[in-house]
């Protein structure tokens, strides 16, 4: 008897609910639905960070170009220099001051002068054709003009260099769109709405294009 009453409960609560779920119009699952996949594509957010990555693209650029060597005395040439210190490596300008001291002098200021030796041969390795002088306290390094064979090399390099950053922003712009069309794939965008997104895309990629060239 009382088996009976339980299956009898189960099937009135099977009833009840099969009924409550019916009631439920399509259109309201449907907008559900689309509510809850409109939440998982953010077209701001997406937007933001694509041009936050191609803004620091632009930076990356505006640095690598800054230790090329000019004609005048540059302390950003250095910055690229690595050096060996206690068993570790460490960027130049993190154990050394380097400041212009005049117009054909760099001069360079080690926080520890235990380092200098190490300094001084980080210097001479690098690939700037430089040849540091050390008094035991501070490295003077003596910047001799551009002849024209360097010069245009460092067009070269320069060149080479601004490219690389459109190519960055290029593939920045593509993993952008992958996921507009991802967004359109599983229906939390429509086919119009994607179109127009990613022409939408190629506004920024001009405009940092354009930065990369002026700079």
């Known amino acids: 008897m009382l088996l009976f009453a339980y299956v009898l409960t189960i099937m009135v609560l099977l009833v009840l609910h099969t009924t409550a779920f019916k009631s439920i119009s399509p259109s309201f699952i449907r907008s559900s639905r689309k ?8 077209w701001k957010g ?9 803004a620091k693209s632009v930076e990356s650029l505006q640095s690598q170009l800054n230790t090329l060597r000019t004609s005048g005395a540059n302390p950003n040439i250095l910055d690229r220099i690595i050096v060996d210190c206690f068993d570790s490596t460490s960027p130049l300008n993190q154990v050394a001051r380097v400041s212009a001291a005049g117009s054909q002098q760099l ?4 926080f520890d002068k235990a380092l200098i030796k190490e300094i001084e041969k980080a210097i001479m390795c690098s690939n700037l054709n430089l040849n540091p002088n050390s008094d035991g306290d501070v490295i003077r390094i003596n910047l001799p003009p551009l002849t024209e064979d360097r010069r245009k090399d460092m067009v070269k390099q320069a060149g080479t260099v601004c490219e690389s950053s459109k190519v960055a922003i290029r593939n920045i712009r593509r993993d952008y769109i ?5 967004a359109e794939k599983v229906k939390d965008i429509g086919k119009d709405e994607s179109k127009g997104y990613q022409v939408r895309t190629f506004l920024p990629v001009l405009s940092f294009n ?3 060239t002026n700079t």
């Open 35 to 42: 509510t809850s996949l409109s939440m998982a594509f953010d």
């Open 46 to 54: 997406t937007k933001r960070s694509s041009e936050e990555k191609m």
């Open 107 to 110: 001069l360079v200021e080690p």
């Open 178 to 182: 992958d996921k507009i069309k991802q």
């Open 210 to 212: 354009c930065s990369v």
